[in-house]
């Protein structure tokens, strides 16, 4: 006569086993809001101001797999969210910015292979991917005033300064009489032209 197991009852351990089973607590589950908020933490520590660009935010997201498994609607939730309490440029930064893009598009010019024959052209197609040309803080405009200048150099002319500080033209930082001369006490002459 073989003894007969019993079965212990159910949610009792069995009686062969350790009285004491340690169970480790299954790992909690970060809930849609908490990873909304390491994103917007992750927002702060990139720095990103309020005129930030959903778009490149979200590239940026993607590129660097910080989505935390979100998905592209509640990322914009947070982006919102975030963008409500971001610091707005100020214009000391602004400044500091273009002073800095300015430096690094000289350098740019010093650094590459331009000549007194190089044209602006040819200059724009070859660097338009670096990124010390392609930095928004500077304006196309200032920019290619910037090369004439440098290729003047380069070809012995004297350069007139066309572009300020803040990018502005330099007829626009004279004053009235400097840019009028002569021509205030000159008479006019204002004829039209009939068609």
């Known amino acids: 006569n073989a003894p007969v197991p019993v079965h212990p009852p159910q949610g009792m351990p069995p009686t062969n086993a350790p009285s ?4 480790e607590p299954a790992p909690q589950k970060t809930t849609v809001e908490q990873r909304k908020q390491q994103v917007i933490n992750v927002f702060k520590s990139w720095a990103i101001d ?3 660009v959903w778009d490149t935010v979200l590239a940026r997201l993607q590129h660097e797999d910080l989505t935390l498994d979100l998905s592209p ?3 914009r939730q947070a982006f919102d969210k975030y963008q409500k309490t971001a610091p707005l440029p100020s214009k000391a930064n602004k400044k500091t910015k273009l002073k800095q893009a300015q430096a690094a598009y000289q350098e740019l010019l010093k ?7 190089t044209t602006w052209g040819a200059f724009q197609a070859d660097h338009k991917t670096d990124p010390r040309f ?3 803080a500077l304006r196309l405009q200032a920019k290619e005033d910037m090369f004439r200048d440098f290729v003047k150099e380069l070809r012995g002319e004297k350069v007139i300064c066309q572009h300020g500080a803040d990018g502005s033209s330099a007829l626009s930082q004279l ?5 009028v001369g002569w021509s205030l006490y000159s008479p006019f002459k204002i004829g039209f032209v009939s068609l």
Request: a positive charge.
């Open 50 to 52: 309020a005129l930030a």
């Open 134 to 136: 392609r930095d928004p």
């Open 175 to 179: 004053s009235y009489y400097q840019v």
């Open 111 to 117: 650094s590459t292979n331009v000549t007194s024959n």
């Open 73 to 75: 609607k509640h990322l």
């Open 20 to 23: 004491a089973v340690i169970q």
